[in-house]
């Protein structure tokens, strides 16, 4: 299993923090990129909604008239061909959003340990970030790097990819 | 005016020795007593887990924060006004220190928040025991009890400020800010005070409406 990019959006689609490990195509437009991904995932979010059946987590139940907003979305990840998503909510409306080579399993774990280990301890308690705006902090970043590293060392993920692209995925390895 | 930098700063310090205040909201449906009693589990070891930082440490960087606001502004409304507006900077942080660890199941209704600030939140951040009460039959409103107060622990209000200050009011501000991050806009107040001679603290929430997740709209046609 290999890790590509990452993605931390707030509530209002705004992307926070971007990160690339490893991408053998570049992007043309990074900011239409990350557009493109908040519509899907907002759509995603909303036909998980409509789709569910009504004793859904995200519906009300033996409650009384008013029940909750449209909380954190219940969708988890979607497998292609070539990579697979992974994402994560939060009832504050952060969107966690990893992309991986396919088969990686269910890793909602690993985005809410980037939750609570990097956004709240590196980005919320530092005094001198504004909430919404991106995360420039080194500190986020490397804090990021480590959750995922550490993922790496338990399943023996960043291995060189087969088909040629050793090299490539070997220096990034590295540079984590 | 120019106080606001300095607040700011302050109110995450208190924030990060987080053995400040309080709360937020997510909470479960109404499963009432056993669901009470296993939210003060939940509390009571998000408490244990967290790291503790020394009561009267609190509450003297507390005091000497009203101390000094009641120095710069004329009024004791006005102080109130203030602590409720660093409460609610705080809250806006807080609410995600608070989801990421206590490990409180989600929230389904507005009501049901109540008793997760109630027992997991007050006990995570205060170490007190709040307790819920007088909920509205249309679970828009709700009180939240507590007798302890760690922040009022060394305080006495002065005969001409017991009708007017909040010595508290922070708590309020942080519920507020916390749940609006979770869409709900609310108003909380102190209904009662220990410090004013009342019997317990009492909190009041109410919702004013609740917040929609609206689609970020495209520049493009």
Not at chain 2, 64 to 93: F, S, W
């Amino acid at each position: 299993m290999q890790i590509y990019n990452f993605y931390l959006f707030n509530r209002h689609g705004n992307c926070l923090f971007y990160r690339e490990w490893q991408r053998s195509r570049a992007g043309t437009d990074s900011q239409q990129e990350q557009q493109n991904l908040v519509g899907l995932l907002f759509a995603i979010k909303q036909l998980c909604v409509s789709v569910a059946p009504v004793n859904d987590d995200s519906l009300p139940r033996g409650t009384r008239a008013r029940h909750m907003p449209l909380g954190p979305s219940n969708f988890r990840n979607y497998t292609t061909a070539k990579y697979q998503l992974h994402y994560f909510e939060s009832s504050t409306g952060l969107r966690f959003v990893l992309t991986t080579s396919p088969n990686a399993g269910d890793l909602t774990r690993l985005l809410q340990r980037i939750y609570k280990e990097a956004y709240v301890e590196c980005a919320v308690r530092n005094p001198m970030y504004r909430l919404g705006s991106a995360i420039v902090s080194d500190t986020f970043r490397k804090r990021v790097d480590s959750v995922v590293r550490s993922l790496a060392v338990e399943t023996n993920v960043l291995r060189p990819a087969p088909d040629g692209q050793g090299g490539s995925a070997r220096s990034s390895t590295k540079s984590l | 005016m120019s106080e606001a930098p300095r607040e700011r700063l302050q109110a995450s310090q208190t924030e990060r020795n987080s053995s400040e205040k309080v709360p937020r909201p997510v909470a479960t449906s109404a499963g009432a007593a056993a669901n009470a009693a296993a939210l003060s589990k939940i509390g009571e070891q998000a408490f244990q887990r967290g790291e503790l930082v020394n009561s009267e440490l609190a509450a003297l960087t507390y005091g000497a924060l009203v101390r000094q606001l009641v120095l710069d502004y004329a009024h004791p409304q006005q102080v109130n006004e203030q602590l409720d507006r660093i409460g609610y900077n705080i809250g806006l942080r807080l609410v995600d220190d608070f989801l990421a660890r206590s490990a409180a199941p989600p929230c389904r209704s507005f009501a049901a928040s109540a008793e997760i600030i109630a027992r997991v939140a007050f006990r995570m951040y205060l170490g007190v025991n709040a307790k819920v009460a007088h909920i509205a039959s249309d679970g828009s409103e709700y009180s939240i009890l507590f007798d302890s107060n760690p922040l009022a622990e060394f305080a006495e209000l002065p005969e001409p400020m017991k009708g007017s200050l909040w010595y508290s009011n922070v708590i309020c501000g942080v519920i507020r800010g916390a749940l609006e991050m979770v869409q709900y806009s609310v108003q909380a107040r102190f209904e009662r005070d220990i410090l004013r001679g009342d019997d317990c603290n009492e909190i009041r929430v109410s919702l004013v409406r609740e917040l929609e997740e609206r689609v970020p709209t495209d520049n493009e046609i």
